[in-house]
């Protein structure tokens, strides 16, 4: 393979097809068969386990326990609660028949698991000392995709669905702003992805919820990428589906309950935070390969590199270090370091004959001023967590510096304009859905959220002029 | 609810209701809406947790890769190989409608992967560089079932599936029993479940394999559960797919493959393999608590109890034992115990403000002579992992003494007959599939597997006469 068919469209020339190209191209998907479904091929995998296992454990931290719930729901569930069914019905893939036989009543393929862990949750809750009940599921789930996008908007895609049922309104919106808290920690500390959390405008509600908030990422072409949700159902779904208890007083209460989600679309969200026209740029906490060793040399020079970079690869994963040998002796060295650069390794040790007789090896990082550095072999292992470490908050400060850069303070509609054309606009606005749709209309932007921590204001809509809502400034943007 | 509530239907009196009510009342699953799917509640889904970390670990050390494929696919994939597609035609779930429409094509809810696996290895493999692809994958598969259990056989199960290609027959069979060890070490060393690794007849072959393998478990009844298998595909899927490689030669050649898997069927074998009358009995390594601290006592004795409870609670979890404090002091200290005894924990330590006085607590394991033991609390984390290693070596060779003493070498019909009413026969066949099927109908026994270790053999067919086959003697059993 030719050095230019393994690159990739400059990102700024046309994001989306850099996109397209670099997920296939650094082996993180492949598509399925069926209309937009997805192959997660290993590396892609090892990103989505490494996110699991950091979101798994502050689920657990905080008292919520996995379980899991079938995978085809009877229609029926669905139509328990209007909103709910009339939000998802479009998106459904639908199980006729089974056994060889054309089913009595059809099953949906779980789009989200709200209805069938309601009517569990019914059956299981019956005092005040069943409550909270905290649940969480790995699952897959499917929603039929018109415009499909790898990672971003798939038909199947993987995520964790957590399910919570509370006594009363105060209970239930801890654990909402919890779990949304847990979602904005593991953006944040994991992904390197500065994300907005706030709360959506009403008309961008999940089906069926009372309130719903999200974290908001800025991606490298200014859109916004909605990247974790948390409902606050109030008593909808209890109604639906019958969830109550009995209160210490001894009166029958409907229960409160939440639902919040993350899923493999996060994945886009630090392709698109960190990547650049060399490829990937992958944050440490969550890359497969964290170093690189990349020997080099042939015949008997090349066997002793090889081995002396499985002996630091050795002493690396005893550090504690996700370190990788690059064997492919039958390609170039060039060849291998743009590999990597492609697949966004945040640290690739070049080990040369010469440096080997000097002792030490050439580090590169993925990002920074830097350049090669010669580092010393023996003080590389516990050099590397300092190095990773660093990488990694450089790596927030740069998604940081880059989303305040491209988010203005807008009171105009000139100035909201320009703004969402290349960025985020924080403005004033009414609240009327209507108002929303002509925004979007002209210039594609919706509001993200109204973030949390807007500083209280009031005045007039950018847009209408009429009196703003929510007291503080929303957040508006193009959104994947 | 009354102690008689709780409790099941003695295991010797009907096995079949002991299992159903105690997965039940257990809290172990709960019954779906669709026909046959499973809820899998908190403490099971906690059980097939640490067993998938046991197994996952294994898999990756040994040089296979996680990834995902869809959910859905195409139905002409599945007929591409035809014995396969006649292995599971009758058990499909099809996909009609989706996105509101009629799909052209229907799409087939994966019974397993390896079709749509196969059709990917064909587009990633192209050299013997390429070779051996060592893949596995975590997934919810769908089988209908007319007479479904919990665990053993529900229409959608969890499991692992490996697929592995390979440049010939010497490599994948390697793999093939690579596999087969990896499953029968996790059934001995983690659920203490003494299985017998052997090769199936060809009749109980998977379809579409040229060799199956099975590891096979003997539970409390007699009866033997088939807990992970082994299959070896020969060129059969790499034909229908087209899994082709360049040989080092440059010859274009077919590829080898495997595929492997292990369910939550196997956690049917853990109840089935450990539990008696009173319940439940899990392995501390697969136990979600290994040790539950019932503190006694009521109001300010009560709290004295509990605070020490959860002290050394926190001491046991940084010794590394999974302890829960029961604080559910509405309910009678019986209850309470009964109820742990009920859901098979290890080791209970009660603690009344007596205990407490003399620094002690009341150390009672799930299962033997010791009755109850004063512990000193001040040494019960430092004691505690032995314990639990030597109740799970004790429930190990508990279940190897049960299997051996229902295992009976037999010569003749009658004691065949005899030995499959209760347990296992080991005997001489003649290896047709009509003599196979006699034998089933009249003593639902079938061949479980031609164990590895069996001593080579002749002579003549234990139901026929006709000249034995195999070179050695196979396992029969009535099965799950
Ligand atoms: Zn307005
Ligand atoms: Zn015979």
């Known amino acids: 393979m030719a050095r230019d068919e393994r690159g990739v469209t400059p990102q700024s020339e046309d994001f989306s097809a850099w996109y397209n190209e670099l997920v296939a191209k650094a082996q993180l998907v492949d598509r399925g068969p069926a209309k937009g479904t997805m192959i997660i091929r290993p590396y892609g995998y090892r990103l989505w386990e490494l996110l699991q296992a950091e979101l798994d454990r502050r689920i657990k931290d905080t008292g919520h326990e996995n379980a899991y719930f079938p995978l085809l729901i009877p229609e029926s569930y669905l139509r328990r609660e209007a909103e709910h069914v009339e939000g998802f019905s479009p998106e459904l893939a639908v199980v006729t028949h089974a056994g060889g036989k054309e089913l009595d009543e059809p099953l949906v393929v779980r789009p989200t698991s709200e209805t069938i862990i309601g009517e569990m949750m019914a059956k299981w809750i019956s005092s005040h000392r069943d409550l909270p009940l905290l649940l969480n599921q790995w699952a897959n789930v499917v929603r039929w995709e018109l415009r499909p996008r790898m990672f971003l908007r798939t038909t199947e895609f ?63 072409d200014g859109k916004a990428l909605q990247a974790g949700t948390s409902h606050y159902m109030g008593t909808n779904f209890a109604k639906a589906f019958e969830i109550q208890y009995t209160s210490e007083a001894g009166r029958l209460e409907l229960c409160h309950t939440t639902s919040w989600g993350m899923s493999t679309r996060m994945l886009g969200g630090v392709i698109m935070t960190h990547g650049d026209d060399k490829g990937l740029v992958l944050p440490p906490m969550l890359a497969p390969h964290q170093v690189v060793i990349v020997p080099i040399g042939r015949g008997e020079q090349g066997e002793h ?19 990788h040998v690059d064997d492919r002796a039958q390609l170039s060295p060039g060849f291998r370091f743009n590999d990597w650069e492609l697949r966004g390794v945040p640290v690739r ?8 007789e000097s002792g030490t090896a050439v580090m590169v990082k993925r990002l920074g001023e830097e350049g090669k550095q010669p580092v010393p072999l023996a003080s590389v292992p516990e050099l590397m967590p300092g190095v990773l470490a660093d990488f990694q908050a450089f790596l927030l400060e740069r998604a940081t510096a880059f ?51 807007g500083e209280p204001e009031s005045g007039s809509c950018v847009h209408c002029g009429a009196p703003a809502a929510y007291g503080k400034r929303v957040l508006f943007g193009r959104a994947y």
């Open 158 to 220: 993987l995520w964790q669905e957590g399910h919570t049922a509370h006594a009363d309104e105060a209970d239930a919106m801890r654990e909402t702003m919890l779990a949304l808290d847990i979602y904005a920690e593991v953006a944040r500390d994991i992904a390197a992805i500065p994300v907005v959390p706030g709360e959506k405008t009403p008309g961008e509600r999940f089906a069926g919820a009372v309130r719903t908030f999200t974290i908001e990422g800025m991606m490298r």
């Open 305 to 323: 590199t090889l081995s002396a970079a499985r002996e630091l690869a050795g002493r690396l994963k005893a550090a504690g270090v996700r370190a």
């Open 349 to 356: 040790l070049e080990l040369g004959p010469r440096d080997l």
């Open 403 to 453: 989303r305040d850069s491209h988010t203005s303070r807008t009171d105009t509609w000139e100035a909201f304009s320009q703004a969402v054309a290349t960025g985020w606009a924080s403005a004033l606005h009414c609240g009327e859905a209507a108002c929303e749709d002509e925004i979007k209309a002209k210039t594609a932007a919706t509001p993200r959220c109204i973030p949390l921590d």
